[in-house]
């Protein structure tokens, strides 16, 4: 494909922009679960609670996480303007690729909103309370575990729809390598099977696999995007300068 060609189907500084801010926002997000804290199983609520509690970077950590995923969500709008799907099939799916986008990181605010704010609230109150108030305390830091529960399931599901959704587009209309959209919905695959492993069971240990899969995926296809883009910023530099020289 010649760069005229490739010129009618991505707008070169759009994509640069796009991949840069879709690896940035995985790096802020990786960074971030790094300094989550932890425990041995998340599904031990008895145990697990007391790390929560004891975490002074709790509501820190998931600000920085929520930053990471309104980045990611910026380099899928610039990506969506990046690439030119003027008509049919193509024009659509991007439509509701950067559609699904947008619910999915509206459902992470309030992902966050619960899981950073009021459950460590929850967990708190329950970790301080008289022995007489720690039943219902714990109750009611559980029934806010189990909303992040769902939150996080569906945000898993639309973010995975986004991703497979631009993936098509990509393997569609070939503004880059085909084989990145097939990471891109392959990782987006990876997102719905967490979403109904967390909507089932909880954060479980079977959602592991899935998790890691995603994570590789994803740092596969947007280095490769960003190697891509900057690839072709060269190209039309250096075609630019050819053409200049006398």
């Known amino acids: 494909m010649d760069n005229d060609e490739v010129s009618e189907r991505i707008d070169p500084k759009g994509l640069w922009l796009a991949a840069r801010l879709l690896l940035i926002g995985v790096v802020i997000s990786a960074l971030s679960g790094i300094f989550h804290a932890e425990g041995p199983d998340a599904n031990d609520h008895p145990n697990v609670f007391v790390i929560y509690a004891a975490s002074q970077s709790w509501t820190a950590v998931h600000f920085d996480q929520f930053i990471g995923m309104a980045v990611i969500t910026g380099g899928l709008l610039a990506l969506h303007f990046a690439v030119r799907a003027r ?32 459950l460590k609230h929850a967990v708190d109150a329950w970790a301080s309370a008289r022995d007489a108030d720690k039943t219902a305390r714990f109750d009611a830091a559980e029934t806010v575990r189990w909303l ?30 085909r084989s990145i959209g097939f990471l891109m919905a392959i990782s987006g695959l990876c997102y719905f099977v967490q979403g109904w492993i967390i909507g089932t069971n909880g954060f479980s240990s079977a959602n592991q696999i899935p998790t890691l899969l995603g994570i590789v995926v994803v740092v596969v296809w947007t280095v490769w995007l960003l190697i891509a883009a900057r690839r072709m910023q060269t190209t039309r530099r250096d075609d630019a300068t050819t053409s200049s020289t006398p």
């Open 87 to 118: 008509d049919g099939l193509g024009l659509w799916l991007n439509r509701f690729a950067l559609l699904s986008a947008g619910v999915a990181m509206a459902l992470y605010g309030v992902l966050q909103a619960i899981d950073g704010v009021g």
């Open 148 to 177: 992040e529960w769902g939150v996080r399931s569906y945000h898993s599901f639309v973010f995975g729809l986004a991703l497979i959704l631009f993936g098509i587009v990509i393997v569609l209309l070939r503004p880059v390598p």
